[in-house]
């Protein structure tokens, strides 16, 4: 352009250059100045240049509504048809998969575009619209820099970075939905997505150096992998399915969700903590590779089917996993390909069942929270009353993993009519209501005098019906809710077609096995605090207590194999100790790297 006005000064068609202060080459702040060369109007109006034939050109003052170049875009980004026209001809490039606009723009940009496609082309711009809503202030407001309530996205990106902020945005609402902007949500999303995601990673690559874990190893067939490994994979599978529709389906929130509870869930809260105990362990056994090999594919697929929403952190997760596998490196997420579902893979009825592991334990964690009992004493027994015979095999099959999760020694199924867990039912008013209507009362009272046997029927049937008035009542399980009452030293707890019931009596031996547990992971926290490899041998030095002998004479053995003691004794005195406090005893305890 310099080079253009010189020329057409030189022909004398300008006085001279406007920008004549300007340095061709020099690119500086200072430079680049509007004092020293804008091309915006009215200065663009002063310039003329000098065309192949020698006769000036300057520009056209008279312009179309400004819609109109907006609606040329597809043409005017391929300079068509000046070049592109045989892509563009073919249609390789047009019309658009899809366009992204806010929603106040649907009778203009929208319009425009289909309006000069039907005209010039017979044909239409875009295939699907994604019509973006506004992003409100947390409390509804439209925001302006005059009500203070403004959000600086450049800031806001500084503080918590791009790929929390976008996936907070994409995930909170749908796009055409207006959002409602608030910092504590990216703050949460910051720490439970992507902060449990980094802790899982952390956790694999921590066991994967000390065992000098690499994933070129041959694959251990699906079939011969434990059945933990093989629920996993399914979820990871039908995750891969179900975002892969949701992103054709130009859904990208449902797809950050399912990745977000798959992540936190899934992977972390239950895969990861039921199987710490398998890369804990001292040979490299066909069960540990099994173990490494599965959680990598679950966080190297994760990588990929999140990149489109979180692509920088995406992309290091990626590069960081891919680093390890010895072969052919690919330079990034985004060269990669989609994952593909393994629908061979992907395991109903063990998906069920695990489900159902889950919302017992859930349960059952949920009623140690209530009376303050800790995870790490043990109890007795959790008592299930089976509703049918698949239910029970269904619980059966999971059985231990309930019982390791929960951290009880027995689990026993009940008849429900037997009497040891006591239903009653309260009707639903607002259901029962429209069905019953001058009948509510009777209904009410029938239904709170039922017998144990007949709720039980009610249950497994899912309906009840009765007869009124010379007609038959139908009564739907969701019309009314079934409580369990809890039973001298039990604790009781429903959902749905799940009743579980917990002893929560803690017997002299269940209270040493606690306490060597809570030891254990005291013993632990020490070791992190005094920066141990998670490989350094330790002996261990506890102060004589009375009222802990019992547990170093039970839990000896357990308390150094757990925390990698090659010795464990009791002295009379300790000094420079670490005072523990649990429960109703204290402990001084020194731990030394041996």
């Known amino acids: 352009m310099y080079e253009e006005i010189e020329k057409a000064v030189s022909l004398g068609f300008m006085k001279e250059n406007p920008f004549k202060d300007f340095v061709p080459g020099l690119y500086t702040a200072e430079n680049y100045s509007v004092e020293k060369i ?29 819609w109109f170049d907006s609606g040329a875009m597809p043409y005017a980004q391929i300079h068509y048809p000046f070049e592109n026209k045989e892509a563009f001809d073919s249609r390789q490039c047009y019309p658009a998969d899809f366009i992204a606009e806010g929603v106040d723009q649907t009778r203009g940009w929208f319009f425009t575009l289909h309006a000069l496609a039907a ?53 909170n609402a749908s796009p055409w939905d207006n959002l409602k902007f608030d910092e504590e949500g990216i703050e949460e999303v910051r720490r439970k997505f992507f902060g449990t995601l980094y802790n899982t990673y952390s956790f694999f690559v921590l066991y994967a150096n000390v065992d000098g874990f690499d994933n070129k190893a041959a694959q251990i067939p699906l079939q011969e992998r ?98 390890i596998n010895k072969g052919e490196q690919i330079e990034s997420v985004h060269l990669s390909d989609y994952p593909q579902c393994n629908y061979e893979a992907i395991d109903t ?41 698949a239910q029970k095999a269904a619980i059966e099959a999971v059985r231990e993993l309930i019982l390791n999760e929960v951290n009880v020694k027995e689990l026993k199924f009940i008849d429900t ?71 001298p030293g039990w604790l009781v707890a429903n959902e749905g077609r799940l009743s579980v019931a ?30 141990f490899e998670i490989t350094d041998r330790i002996h261990i030095l506890i102060e004589k207590n009375p009222a802990f002998a019992g547990t170093m004479e039970d839990w000896e053995e357990y308390i150094s194999t757990q925390t990698l003691g090659l ?16 429960d109703d005893i204290s402990l001084k305890i020194k731990v030394v790297k041996a």
């Open 349 to 389: 009825e063990l998906e069920n069942r695990m489900q159902m592991a889950q919302q017992i334990s859930s349960m059952v964690l949920a009623l140690r929270r209530k009376v303050n009992i800790r995870v790490r004493q043990p109890l007795q027994t959790l008592m299930i009353p089976a509703m049918d015979a």
């Open 119 to 171: 005209m010039l082309f017979d044909s239409v711009a875009f295939k699907n619209v994604v019509s973006n809503g506004l992003v409100l202030d947390k409390n509804g407001n439209k925001m302006s820099k005059r009500l203070g309530n403004a959000v600086d996205p450049f800031s806001t990106i500084e503080k918590y970075g791009s790929d929390p902020l976008r996936w907070y945005m994409i995930t």
């Open 226 to 323: 434990p059945e933990i490994d093989r629920w996993i994979l399914s979820q990871l599978n039908s995750l891969i399915r179900d975002t892969d529709q949701y992103y054709n389906d130009y859904e990208a929130t449902k797809s950050g969700r399912a990745i977000a509870d798959f992540v936190g869930e899934n992977l972390s809260n239950w895969y990861v903590r039921l199987n710490r105990k398998r890369f804990w362990g001292g040979g490299y056994s066909k069960d540990k590779l099994s173990a490494y090999q599965t959680l990598y594919t679950c966080l190297e697929t994760v990588s990929r089917l999140m990149a489109p929403i979180a692509p920088f952190y995406a992309d290091r997760l990626f590069l960081d996993l891919n680093a």
């Open 38 to 66: 804008d091309l915006h109007r009215p200065f663009v109006d002063d310039i003329v240049l000098v065309s192949p034939s020698g006769k000036s050109m300057k520009r056209e003052s008279d312009l179309i509504d400004v």
């Open 502 to 531: 917990l002893d929560v009596n803690i017997t002299e031996e269940l209270k040493r096995e606690g306490l060597a547990r809570e030891l254990v992971n005291r013993i632990q926290n020490l070791r992190k605090a005094q920066n």
């Open 567 to 582: 010795s464990l004794k009791q002295v009379d005195s300790l000094e420079d100790a670490t005072e523990l406090d649990m």
């Open 417 to 487: 009519a037997g009497g040891l867990l006591i239903k009653r039912i309260k009707p639903d008013f607002k259901k029962l209501g429209p069905k019953c209507g001058k009948n509510m009362k009777l209904v009410a009272k029938m239904l709170s005098e039922m017998q144990q046997d007949t709720i039980a029927v009610f249950e497994k049937d899912a309906y009840w019906e009765l007869e009124l008035d010379g007609q038959t009542l139908r009564i739907d399980i969701s019309d009314v809710e079934i409580l369990s009452e809890d039973i």
